[in-house]
């Protein structure tokens, strides 16, 4: 019997490279700022840029979270997202225009308030939708991704002429509040109340999302399932359950965007959610599907984008971003932040 | 005969024989049968539907992919027709050289796009389609110099085709023919062409490939076939046929615009059809189109007749309002898509 050779484990310390390759996804965001700056060379626009940007992105994201959570749980991919932001956006807009003696006033207070009625409405109209969708429409087709394609997109365009038939099929135009109409000037740029205050819900909705997913125990069952439904359904949850209940969380997110969209607009349509569902593909993509992290980077750089595009060559400002969604599923097929399925 | 032009691919059904038998009478001598411009109109949307619909079948009932930027390769095509015959002059030489330029475009976005997220991962593929298609819906009508921006372009054909020409001096059974009816010949012949070949192709061994890999990609894969690579080549092939079918529809209308190729609610029609029509047989795309182009140009009439009877309810006649006529359809769809995943023809098999 010979002795067992000489062992000593080491510890490789890991390069810088290394160490910061994970959170490369971050850094985009701020090299994507500082090359808009390059290429815009006018520092007051870049500015006014840089936060219709970051508003663009905030809203996306807002839509966007719920889509890739759901996907993330149940591998059901909603076409018929979109159905609920413009959902949310006719309930809230009407909501504004019944309020129109709170919205007129010049009070910050009851701009808020009112504000806060129409977003309310909103999401609780969308999320009973959500919830009447996943009953009727999704559930009879967890597992065949074909299927769900087809029959959300059907759902889509019922929930689509439907808007048609309760408020008609004209576009609804919107003033903002009073109070977030116009605009601040900072450093010469001119930056829109509205798009600050977007900016503001937005990133407040990323940490208090973050902070659900991270800190509760609804959120370590929703992030846990996202990694592996079986063995969360072993441990005696019900996923399904989880899953009814991030659905209707998503599709009140969608409405809350909705109201967001349509206020930033100033005009809705009944075919608004599919437009701005484009960007979201593209944002959930990049993002990795099922991640909120990658979907909150993907947000901003396709808002960011989209933006400077916009200023530099109107024409190609989607192409900007399919070719950032090339580029990125180049360096990432499975998108910025994958999530790390166990099966 | 029958049997080699079908490929082998028989009805299956006596119903559904006779119906497709029809269709093929009816459209074959449609202009003497239904004398009119608006029937030959409808006839030709048919016949230059079946195709598009056939190829978009190809893809999505035979291989099991959504695709969401068939009408932009229908748009190539037909754009194709409409640059060339706007640079080259009125003539053959154009129409061939503006046909043969969209079908090659068609074919490598349809390459490019199938590459890059068929590799990746095919659910993707919807997405990135419908992201590409809008992208290129938004340039063509911003890229105004080239092609008519919104405007759409007017296309010169050969006076051949034209109603100004008169082939014969009298009546050909009881029919005055003109450069329109021979136009419209045009579109049957190069149409029932399309939708043989594309039936050949299915029933080879190909077809039954990309039918394996519908059912179970990664069975296929350990067999031997390289899914990526046969799910490419159905993009490609379908992609082609649409924009052939997108220059025959130039040709026949004379005109190209956004909205007539590039539509998102084109795109919508077109899975609608599939759908009802019946997934994975392209006997349901004859189907489909023939009852889908039918029913929208005589059931709209219907429900407005409806909306109106029942105006004293409230309602009831927003929902029967002809503009609302998608929405029922879209119920269909997804009812078709629980209940009757083989459409019509699947029904019209069933009942033998």
Redesign the interface.
Same mark, same amino acid.
């Given at each position: 019997m010979t002795l067992a050779p000489e062992h000593a484990p080491r510890m490789a310390k890991l390069s810088l490279a290394e160490r910061l390759e994970p959170w490369m996804p971050l850094l985009l965001v701020p090299a994507l700022i500082l090359a808009g700056y390059l290429a815009i060379a006018s520092p007051t626009s870049w500015l006014t840029l840089t936060v219709s940007g970051l508003a663009m992105g905030m809203m996306i994201f807002v839509i966007a979270s719920g889509m890739t959570l759901v996907f993330g749980l149940m591998d059901v991919i909603n076409f018929g997202h979109g159905a609920f932001v413009s959902f949310g956006a006719f309930v809230g807009v009407s909501v504004l225009l019944m309020l129109a003696h709170m919205t007129g006033a010049p009070s910050l207070m009851l701009n808020l308030a009112a504000f806060a009625l129409a977003v309310l409405a909103a999401m609780a109209v969308t999320g009973a939708m959500g919830f009447a969708f996943e009953r009727v429409i999704v559930r009879p087709v967890y597992g065949s991704h074909l299927k769900q394609i087809l029959v959300t997109m059907g759902g889509l365009i019922v929930a689509e002429q439907l808007i048609h038939v309760i408020w008609g099929g004209e576009e609804i135009f919107i003033g903002r509040p009073e109070m977030l109409k116009g605009s601040i000037e900072i450093f010469g740029a001119t930056l829109e109340r509205y798009r600050l205050v977007a900016v503001g819900i937005g990133f407040v909705l990323f940490l208090g999302m973050r902070a659900v997913l991270r800190g509760t125990k609804i959120g370590l069952i929703v992030r846990a399932g996202v990694e592996n439904p079986e063995m969360v359904q072993a441990m005696g949850y019900h996923i399904r359950r989880v899953f009814v209940l991030v659905f209707v969380a998503g599709s009140a997110l969608a409405g809350l965007g909705g109201v967001m969209w349509g206020l930033y607009q100033e005009m809705i349509t009944a075919h608004m959610g599919m437009e701005i569902m484009i960007l979201v593909f593209i944002v959930v993509i990049i993002g990795g599907l099922g991640s909120v992290e990658g979907c909150f980077i993907g947000a901003l750089l396709v808002g960011l984008m989209q933006n400077y595009t916009a200023f530099l060559e109107p024409k190609l400002a989607l192409v900007s971003n399919i070719a950032l969604m090339v580029a990125i599923l180049m360096w990432r097929p499975q998108g910025m932040m994958p999530v790390i399925k166990a099966k | 005969m029958v049997r080699l032009l079908l490929s082998g691919d028989r009805p299956q059904s006596v119903l559904l024989g006779a119906l497709l038998l029809t269709i093929l009478v009816c459209l074959a001598f449609a202009p003497f049968l239904f004398p009119g411009t608006r029937s030959l109109e409808t006839a030709a949307r048919i016949c230059i539907f079946i195709v598009l619909v056939a190829s978009y079948d190809l893809l999505?009932g035979y291989a *099991?992919i959504?695709s969401f930027a068939h009408t932009m390769f229908f748009g190539m095509g037909a754009y194709g027709v409409a640059i060339a015959t706007q640079r080259m002059g009125t003539g053959y030489d154009a129409l061939a050289v503006g046909t043969a330029a969209g079908a090659g475009l068609a074919a490598v976005f349809a390459f490019l796009i199938a590459l890059?997220s068929l590799?990746?991962?095919? #659910?993707?593929f919807? !997405? #990135?389609t419908?992201?590409?298609a809008?992208?290129v819906a %938004? $340039?063509v009508s911003?890229?105004s110099a080239i092609t008519g921006g919104e405007d759409g372009m007017n296309i010169r054909i050969p006076r051949e085709l034209t109603p100004a020409f008169r082939p014969f001096d009298g009546p050909v059974l009881g029919l005055n023919v003109n450069g329109r009816v021979l136009n419209y010949y045009l579109v049957f012949v190069s149409c029932l062409v399309l939708f043989l070949l594309m039936l050949r192709i299915v029933n080879s061994p190909f077809g039954r490939v990309l039918q394996a890999i519908r059912e179970n990609a990664f069975r296929a894969e350990a067999i031997g076939y390289r899914v990526v690579f046969y799910r490419a080549a159905a993009t490609v092939i379908s992609a082609v046929v649409a924009s052939l079918a997108g220059a025959i529809f130039a040709i026949w209308l004379r005109y190209v615009g956004p909205a007539t190729t590039l539509g %998102?609610e084109i795109m919508?029609d077109i899975?609608l059809i599939v %759908?009802i029509g019946g997934m994975g047989t392209m006997y349901g795309a004859v189907v489909g189109t023939a009852a889908f182009v039918l029913a929208q140009n005589y059931l709209r009439d219907w429900m407005g007749g409806a909306s109106e009877a029942t105006s004293f309810l409230p $309602?009831v006649p927003? $929902?029967l309002?002809p503009?609302?006529w998608? !929405?029922w359809? *879209? #119920?269909l769809? #997804?009812l078709s %898509?629980?209940f009757f995943?083989t459409g019509m023809v699947g029904r019209l098999r069933g009942v033998r």
């Open positions: - | 999505l *099991g959504v890059f590799r990746v991962r095919a #659910i993707f919807a !997405m #990135i419908l992201a590409v809008s992208a %938004v $340039l911003q890229l %998102v919508l899975l %759908v $309602l927003d $929902l309002n503009d609302r998608l !929405m359809l *879209g #119920i769809f #997804i %898509v629980y995943p």
